[in-house]
């Protein structure tokens, strides 16, 4: 009989195998669950819009409101008169009796010249007077003897008439005499050089014993009057149709003229209030401008002679003007413009035409309609059909007690009793 004998396999082996068969079912199974999930994950996932993301602006709407009609140019201060102080005989300057950058008053003694030569001379012309007035109290007694005469017939006609003719000549030559001592008098009075108007002595031009002329094209002395001053500015000519209309409607009792205000150019502070005392006759066709005037009260000196400024008039008031931030208006090589957002936050460009800017804010004349949302900061990344959002604010910085807060909370707190550490 054939025996067959089969071979064991050991214990450990098997266990082996059935530890790695469970191993590589589970591996399997974790395998398609993470793919299930994964496809699910994808599967509710939002889809990635399309196109660039939307650019961070800041926008506002355009306002209705009432804001003053005002145009403004670039101006100079000017003083409101200006007299170069001119001997008016000639001499040797003996005093001057200013100093310089001096207020004066009008009429007050600035310089004398040497006065002796004039003095001499008024003295002459009043001696030549006096010998004529004895010559004609001599004619005077003569021609009343001669008048006497002739009613007795004791002398002729032709002598009385002669005694007569005398008497005039004489009283005539006493006029004379009155008008040299006049004339000697005034050139007398040139010696003591006074000022002509009120204001500012500027620098001295001559100095004390020098001989001055009255040709002299220099003169001794400026002054300009700096209290009331004057601010000279020009506009376009497109302006004058509306400020000769503002002008006109300003007539009349109880109205004022037209308020002009002088504006720093650096710090834009308002340095005086003044009114307008000129439009200019004509416009100047080399330039196209037209010029004006302001007199402003200038008591604290802020304006001075020949300081640039900006002038501003105001013509009147604009009511449900349609007014944004001045950033807000962009320009072009075709123009003003300005980025309106529209549906879906896309923006377009809207020409405009802007009426005037002041403080900030610009007034539109045509291009936008009240309630427009436009974009007043972030331009510069702007094209036409780009979507946009709007800028979050900054966030505040933390105040004093949430950092005591968070301080106290890093410091370590005493264990309770018995508690572990």
């Not at 939002?46 to 403004?72: D, F, M, Y």
């Not at 066709?285 to 302001?294: C, D, F, P, Q, R």
């Amino acid at each position: 009989m054939i025996v067959m004998q089969t071979k064991t396999i050991p214990f450990t082996l098997r266990r082996t195998a059935l530890i790695g068969g469970s191993v590589l079912l589970a591996a399997l199974g974790l395998a398609l669950v993470a793919h299930q999930q994964s496809s699910l994950a994808a599967d509710e996932a939002p889809a990635k819009p399309s196109g660039p993301p939307p650019l961070s602006v800041k926008t506002a709407k355009v306002a209705s409101e009432s804001v003053p009609l005002t145009r403004q140019g670039v101006a100079t201060v000017l003083p409101m008169a200006s007299v170069t102080v001119r001997s008016r005989i000639d001499g040797q300057l003996d005093r001057v009796e200013f100093k310089e950058g001096q207020d004066v008053k009008a009429g007050q003694v600035l310089a004398r010249l040497d006065a002796r030569t004039y003095q001499a001379q008024l003295q002459q012309v009043e001696a030549v007077k006096a010998k004529d007035q004895v010559l004609l109290a001599n004619a005077q007694a003569d021609l009343q003897r001669y008048t006497q005469l002739i009613k007795e017939e004791a002398t002729t006609q032709q002598i009385v008439d002669t005694q007569r003719a005398l008497v005039a000549q004489l009283q005539a030559t006493l006029k004379t005499d009155d008008a040299q001592i006049n004339l000697a008098q005034v050139q007398m009075s040139y010696t003591a050089i006074t000022a002509p108007i009120s204001g500012r002595i500027g620098a001295r031009l001559v100095d004390q014993g020098n001989i001055v002329r009255a040709t002299d094209a220099g003169g001794l002395l400026v002054i300009n009057q700096v209290d009331p001053i004057a601010v000279q500015f020009s506009l376009p000519e497109a302006a004058f149709q509306a400020v000769n209309r503002a002008i006109n409607a300003s007539k009349g009792a109880g109205k004022k003229p037209l308020r002009v205000e002088a504006v720093d150019r650096n710090t834009r502070q308002v340095l005086g209030v003044g009114e307008l005392i000129l439009l200019n006759n004509q416009i100047d066709s080399a330039t196209g401008t037209i010029s004006m005037k302001a007199r402003f009260a200038n008591a604290e000196h802020k304006l001075w002679p020949g300081q640039s400024v900006e002038a501003r008039v105001t013509l009147g008031e604009l009511s449900e003007a349609l007014t944004v931030p001045a950033t807000a208006v962009q320009r072009s090589q075709t123009g003003n413009f300005a980025y309106v957002v529209e549906a879906e936050d896309k923006v377009r460009m809207q020409p405009i035409k802007v009426l005037q800017t002041e403080n900030g804010k610009a007034v539109i004349e045509s291009g936008l309609s009240a309630g427009d949302r436009v974009v007043v900061d972030g331009h510069y990344r702007l094209t036409p059909g780009a979507r946009v959002v709007e800028a979050k604010p900054p966030a505040p910085a933390a105040s004093g007690p949430v950092r005591a807060t968070a301080s106290a909370a890093s410091t370590p707190t005493a264990s309770a009793p018995g508690a572990k550490p």
